[in-house]
């Protein structure tokens, strides 16, 4: 039953902030871990960020310059992100039946159960 719709993904000028969206419905465990994913050009689907009740995690390449967090009463999960070039790519949300497994950087994609449809986000030079 769980249903995530990822949506604000767009052109972006580099420099510029990004914001993303994901509406969450079904029922999601407040502690299980919550993530932004993205897929570049040619790359394999890495993890952005990742979020649950113990706190927040960050991918070396956007920490920093990222903020994901919950708007608990909306049930959306939002990723705020100062953006580079190299940031093009599909953007999905995900959701696990677990806690994140690590405190300091986001689970693996194989960890996720479920995920949203993507959005493209293109940044220009």
């Known amino acids: 039953q769980v249903q995530l719709v990822e949506s604000g993904g767009g052109s972006v000028q580099s420099g510029g902030s990004l914001r993303l969206s994901c509406q969450m419905s079904?029922?999601?465990?407040?502690?299980?871990?919550l993530g932004w994913f993205r897929q570049r050009p040619g790359a394999e689907r890495e993890a952005v960020a990742a979020f649950d009740s113990r706190g927040t995690r960050y991918a070396d390449s956007v920490r920093g310059r990222s903020d994901i967090a919950k708007d608990i009463r909306n049930n959306i999960l939002s990723l705020r992100m100062i953006v580079k070039p190299e940031d093009t790519g599909m953007y999905y949300c995900?959701?696990?039946?677990?806690?994140?497994?690590?405190?300091?950087?986001?689970?693996?994609?194989?960890?996720?159960?479920?995920w949203g449809q993507g959005t493209q986000v293109t940044v220009s030079s």
């Open positions: 079904g029922n999601i465990d407040r502690d299980h871990c």
């Open positions: 995900a959701a696990a039946s677990s806690p994140c497994t690590n405190p300091l950087f986001p689970p693996p994609a194989r960890f996720f159960n479920h």
